[in-house]
């Protein structure tokens, strides 16, 4: 059995929901929940998600995991920890007391980038275990932490944010690093739902301090942060994303709705940023001084390993490129 990761899109939610389905009881009150957060965090904030598919021959491959999670804001991340009621997803999709929601938008995302940092919520964090061999399942999980991992990494993180279900659940938070900060018994006591959940949900928190202070932490390597080195520019960085998932000039045009020559163009832009900052990283020229697929390789290597480099950055004072 053969899995394969990518990036997720608002478009998986029914893919998303026929895996929950086929492990859970779902309802159509729940549909209706799930979708409304789903589409708020894709079109409202900056969701970061993962897809983990099982590649099947002649057949469209099924949904094996998910994982997604949204940056909030420092008041609704102090909030949750002054004893709100359960259930934190629906809580980030509805306004606050200053009628916005409590997502950060891209711009947001660069400044706490630039200053002390992010709140991370985690919103999904799903494998399809209940239907899958034990072997294929730990597989999963592994895969699922590796590559969840690898598509959050560049952004400066100060705490992780969430919510669980279950006993097992809980276990394997709290051994990553996770502590709970709020098991909603106050709440049920004064609240007792009927039916009684199988599960009963608690919030998880993990503060960069608190990483940093653990022996052996699991998620320490979430908080390693080095500022950007090159500073390219949002359609530059646009660029290398798409890039790195494999996509030809071509494509990244069609999604840029431009023409293949500004996408040529672009990659030009983000030579000249090389060679002024890191000219050791090109240390060779095609022929007539013309950048090859040596030179985009070589770049893409160095964006790879260093993400912070294609994530949303705003210093609140820039320097200029000859005061370096």
Not at 91 to 114: C, D, M, Q, S
Not at 158 to 176: I, N, P, Q, T, V
Not at 187 to 216: I, S
Request: aromatic letters at 12%; hydrophobic letters at 35%; charged letters at 25%.
């Amino acid at each position: 059995m053969r899995f394969v990761a990518r990036e997720g899109r608002k478009s998986d939610f029914e893919a998303w929901f026929t895996m929950e389905c086929q492990c859970f009881q779902r309802g159509k009150e729940w549909k209706a929940n799930a979708e409304r957060e789903w589409f708020t965090f894709f079109e409202q904030g900056v969701m970061l998600s993962l897809v983990i598919e099982e590649r099947q021959s002649g057949k469209t491959a099924p949904m094996r995991a998910f994982a997604g999670g949204v940056f909030v804001t420092d008041a609704f991340s102090q909030w949750l920890r002054q004893g709100q009621p359960p259930y934190i997803l629906t809580h980030a999709t509805l306004p606050t007391v200053n009628n916005r929601l409590p997502l950060l938008n891209e711009t947001e995302i660069a400044k706490g980038n630039a200053s002390d940092g992010l709140n991370f919520m985690l919103t999904h964090w799903t494998w399809a275990e209940p239907i899958l061999s034990p072997v294929a399942a730990q597989d999963i999980r592994i895969l699922l932490e590796q590559e969840f991992f690898r598509i959050n990494r560049g952004y400066q993180l100060k705490e992780m944010l969430a919510e669980g279900f279950g006993k097992d659940h809980r276990k394997r938070s709290e051994r990553a690093g996770f502590r709970c900060i709020n098991d909603y018994q106050t709440y049920y006591l004064n609240h007792p739902p009927a039916p009684a959940p199988l599960h009963y949900p608690y919030l998880m928190a993990l503060t960069r301090k608190e990483a940093r202070e653990q022996d052996g932490c699991a998620l320490l390597r979430s908080f390693s942060y080095t500022p950007p080195r090159l500073g390219f520019s949002k359609e530059e960085q646009l660029v290398l994303r798409e890039a790195l998932n494999n996509r030809s000039d071509r494509d990244i045009a069609a999604l840029c709705n431009c023409s293949e020559a500004t996408i040529r163009n672009r990659w030009l832009s983000i030579y000249d940023t090389v060679e002024f900052l890191a000219p050791e990283l090109l240390l060779e020229r095609g022929k007539e001084g013309k950048r090859g697929k040596e030179s985009r390789s070589v770049v893409l290597q160095y964006v790879d390993a260093h993400r912070e480099e294609t994530r949303p950055y705003a210093p609140s004072k820039k320097l200029h490129p000859n005061s370096l």
